[in-house]
């Protein structure tokens, strides 16, 4: 089964612009949560969708969004970007995102932002 | 709100020894699971093990074990006869109802050999 594919896997953008990252679920898997990952705040919930309902939304400013779509693949989006943005966007699949879940990582999208 | 604290930001270990990574949180659910997960340099997070917050029996995987103390709000890993390859940043992460991980600082792990 193949595991969870993140696209792209580079970014490097500039202030103000905007990003789309895309996630790609393991097959069957219905829920897939989003996380920041930086030196200094570590690791960050952004938000998790099942069946293309978002359920839960971390802290971060309205210029974080996502969605999902009927296959289970999510896209996030960073609008007017700011330097504070750029870290590992990790994405993560599971069955049906139940505590019990295990959640399976992709590699991850690293965005720079100059 | 709900916290995971890890108090060790480097621990290092000499090859086939033992080493214990600590962890503690904070929560006022009664349900909920905890999880070690592995990332190792430039690889994806993978898990390691995992503790439903009901069961008493600590969970075991291999060469991995945890030590819940639910009173005390701590969950420490154990990794026995330590090998090169378990060099890694390692976190514990938490979970509850509200679909998502919580999770701690992290805690890089050197494996001399």
Redesign the interface.
Same mark, same amino acid.
Request: proline share 0%; glycine share 8%.
């Given at each position: 089964k193949a595991g969870v594919t993140q696209t792209p896997r580079y970014l490097i953008k500039t202030r103000g612009q905007q990003v789309t990252l895309s996630c790609s679920p393991i097959s069957g898997h219905r829920s897939v949560s989003w996380y920041q990952q930086t030196p200094g705040q570590g690791l960050q919930f952004l938000f998790e969708y099942f069946s293309e309902t978002q359920r839960n939304k971390g802290n971060f400013p309205g210029r974080f969004s996502g969605r999902q779509f009927s296959n289970s693949r999510s896209e996030m989006n960073v609008s007017t970007l700011e330097l504070g943005d750029s870290a590992l966007y990790l994405c993560a699949s599971s069955l049906s995102g139940q505590l019990y879940n295990e959640q399976f990582f992709g590699p991850g999208t690293r965005l720079t932002v100059l | 709100a709900q916290t995971v604290t890890q108090s060790q930001p480097e621990m290092s270990v000499q090859e086939a020894e033992t080493v214990t990574l600590s962890c503690t949180y904070d929560t006022s659910e009664s349900? %909920? %699971?905890l999880f070690w997960y592995k990332q190792p340099p430039s690889?994806?997070? @993978?898990?390691v093990i995992?503790q439903?917050a009901y069961k008493q029996q600590n969970a075991t995987e291999n060469r991995f074990s945890v030590n819940f103390q639910k009173a005390a709000k701590s969950f420490s890993l154990k990794i026995s006869d330590s090998q090169l390859g378990d060099a890694a940043m390692y976190?514990c992460a938490y979970?509850?109802?509200? %679909?998502?991980? @919580?999770?701690?600082?992290?805690t890089k792990l050197i494996i001399k050999p």
């Open positions: - | 349900d %909920y %699971y690889r994806q997070m @993978i898990l995992r439903e976190f979970s509850d109802s509200n %679909y998502q991980l @919580i999770w701690g600082a992290g």
